[in-house]
C-alpha cells in the first residue's frame, strides 16, 4: 500500500505559474510510476503526465507539453507537477496517482493507489 498526499494548490492570476507536490508514503521500498490527471468540474478526469519509476522517462497530454514539468526526488519520495503560462481552462483539482510498473500509464484505470487532490485555480 502506499498514500499519496498532493499538496500546492492554489489561486493564481492567469499567466502564473504554480508547482504541485505529490508525497509518498506506506510502501516505499520501490518507486512506482506516477501520472497526474486533472479534473474539471462536470467534466471528466484527464491524464496530464506521468514519469516513471527513475525519473527518466516523462509523457505529458499533447496539449499541455511545454506549459507542464514533471519531476521527481526518490529520495524524499516526492513527485512534483510545474506548470507555467496558466490559463483559466487549467482550473480543474488535480491528482497524484502511483502504480508499480516499469512502464509509464496514461489512462486514470491503470494506477492502483490515488491522492485526494488540491485545487488549482487560475482567474484574474
Known amino acids: 500500500q502506499v498514500q499519496l498526499v498532493e499538496s500546492g494548490g492554489g489561486l493564481v492570476q492567469p499567466g502564473g505559474s504554480l508547482r504541485l507536490s505529490c508525497a509518498a508514503s506506506?510502501?516505499?521500498?520501490?518507486?512506482?510510476?506516477v501520472g497526474w490527471f486533472r479534473q474539471a468540474p462536470g467534466k471528466e478526469r484527464k491524464f496530464v503526465g506521468a514519469?516513471?519509476?527513475?525519473?527518466?522517462?516523462?509523457k505529458y497530454a499533447d496539449s499541455l507539453k511545454g506549459r507542464f514539468t514533471i519531476s521527481r526526488d526518490n529520495a524524499q519520495k516526492m513527485v512534483y507537477l510545474e506548470m507555467i503560462s496558466l490559463k483559466p481552462e487549467d482550473t480543474a483539482v488535480y491528482y497524484c496517482a502511483a502504480r508499480y510498473s516499469l512502464l509509464v500509464p496514461t489512462q486514470a484505470a491503470d494506477y492502483n493507489y490515488w491522492g485526494q487532490g488540491t485545487q488549482v485555480t487560475v482567474s484574474s
Open positions: 506506506g510502501r516505499t521500498s520501490t518507486n512506482p510510476a
Open positions: 514519469i516513471n519509476w527513475s525519473g527518466t522517462i516523462a
